[in-house]
């Protein structure tokens, strides 16, 4: 944590260096403020301690917030006045803000002085390093060494869900275009939605169909096909019947020559010839009658002929529901097909931010329309605290020079969410301004009456 002022800045002396000068990679931390004339405070000089987490505190309107605007109005300029025409404090013609920070882990310094007059309307700015050598385009090189998201990081609270999404992958590196994996799976569930819409429909289809009886068969019944079988069972039976017949009238002729031969038994011999004749001819007519196949039901036939229209419904309405069930089962198939194609890109989806180096554990996201999830949370559902912690983690996502960030209303922070802020600040080496609102007079930089409370 920071306390009150217990060192000054080093002096720099005047002395012009161009771009290429200014350490451009080392990591820097602030060190020392010095306000004099902004907003509310007329005059503050706070060395910053070590450390990751600075707390600035007092009651509402004594200084704090202005303290802390001071420090990014002289970093971002005019980004950072946020609508405030005139930070000089009313009443004074002139403001200034210093800002020194440290170079690395050596010894060097470099100084940011941001100076307004009064009104707002003319403002100077300069960077000078140890040596004394200063920059020609100090906003330039100041905006190139800040992370994006330093001045508020709790901003990110305020997006839409799509919106801090593409934020947030705009810090990570993923290995897949997920806007071309989003757009397929976009048509694919458009595409599941339709087959769905066809497959629920079919099946009602096919629920509503009556299932055909037992025995019913695959085609329709021709109604040639059973006048032509009536036909020829009539020619069987008929021929059966003439059989029968000769049989019949053959018996009768050799009991007549019986007859004859016990009438006349002095017959002549071409008598008893036709006798061994009629004989001959009758055994062999009752062999044939023992051999006449069964008679063909003719009735049965005209009942089929007579209900050959239901049956022929019966078959077709068979065929329909068979059509329709195949129909079903490639739907299905295709539905289950969509699936795994969704489940596909999900996991490929999965997998790749899985593998990419977060800024905060548990941070994660099914999609652009339902946003970023956050311990298997929607971050939006998540308490202010954890909201909170999340937006100041992305701020400090990236490798940017100057290591600072600042936070509105800490008291919404918890002890846990604090010191898990720290420890995640600690990592990235990023120091971290909050704000709170605090009476006790014992935490942090304390602000009354716009100035500094000495320890």
């Known amino acids: 944590m920071a306390r009150t002022p217990t060192s000054t800045p080093a002096q720099f002396g005047p002395v012009d260096f161009d771009d290429d000068d200014f350490p451009d990679r080392p990591v820097h931390h602030l060190h020392h403020v010095a306000i004099t004339n902004i907003k509310g405070i007329r005059g503050a000089s706070v060395t910053i301690e070590d450390g990751t987490l600075t707390i600035v505190s007092g009651a509402n309107g004594q200084g704090k917030s202005s303290f802390v605007d001071a420090i990014f109005y002289a970093l ?20 200034r803000v210093e800002l020194t920070f440290t170079v690395g ?7 940011v002085t941001k100076s307004w007059t009064k009104g707002g309307a003319d403002s100077t700015l300069e960077i ?36 801090q999404v593409e934020d947030f ?48 068969p695959p085609e329709p019944i021709a109604i040639t096909d059973l006048i032509a079988e009536e036909e020829k069972a009539r020619a069987h039976n008929d021929k059966i019947d003439h059989t029968l017949e000769v049989a019949a009238q053959t018996d009768g002729l050799a009991l007549a020559a019986r007859s004859l031969v016990e009438r006349l038994t002095a017959e002549l011999e071409a008598a008893e010839e036709a006798l061994v004749r009629a004989d001959a001819t009758a055994a062999r007519a009752a062999e044939d009658a023992q051999l006449v196949p069964a008679r063909i039901d003719i009735d049965e036939i005209r009942g089929r002929m007579a209900d050959v229209d239901v049956i022929n419904e019966q078959v077709r309405a068979a065929k329909s529901r068979q059509d329709a069930l195949n129909e079903l089962a490639q739907l299905e198939r295709r539905h289950r097909d969509l699936e795994e ?90 120091h971290v301004l909050i704000e709170i609102v605090d009476e006790s007079g014992e935490a942090g930089i304390v602000f009354r009456n716009g100035e500094v409370v000495p320890s």
Not at 105 to 111: A, F, R, S, T
Not at 133 to 162: C, E, H, I, W
Not at 375 to 401: I, Y
């Open 76 to 95: 971002l300029g005019g980004k950072a006045l946020k609508g405030t025409a005139h930070p000089v404090t009313k009443g004074e013609e002139k403001g």
């Open 128 to 163: 000078r390093n140890s040596d004394g050598y200063t920059t020609k385009s100090p906003q330039k090189v100041l905006d190139s060494m800040l992370g994006a998201r330093a001045l508020d990081p709790l901003a990110f609270m305020n997006l839409t869900d799509s919106q």
């Open 341 to 430: 194609t969704i489940a596909g890109i999900l996991a490929t989806k999965e997998e790749a931010i899985a593998a990419a180096d977060m800024p905060i554990d548990g941070l994660t996201f099914a999609s652009k329309k339902e946003g970023l999830v956050y311990q298997g949370t929607a971050l939006k559902d998540c308490s202010a605290a954890e909201q909170r912690l999340v937006a100041c983690s992305l701020a400090m996502a990236g490798d940017p020079q100057i290591r600072l960030i600042s936070v509105e209303d800490g008291s919404l922070l918890d002890s846990a969410a604090l010191a898990q802020l720290e420890e995640i600040a600690a990592a990235r080496d990023f």
């Open 169 to 216: 992958l705009s810090m990570i590196e993923v290995d897949v275009d997920l806007d071309d994996l989003d757009a397929d799976e976009e048509r694919a569930r458009q595409l599941r939605g339709d087959v769905g819409r066809d497959l629920r429909a079919m099946r009602a289809r096919c629920d509503a169909m009556p299932e055909p009886f037992d025995g019913l």
């Open 105 to 111: 882990d050596g010894p060097e310094q470099i100084l």
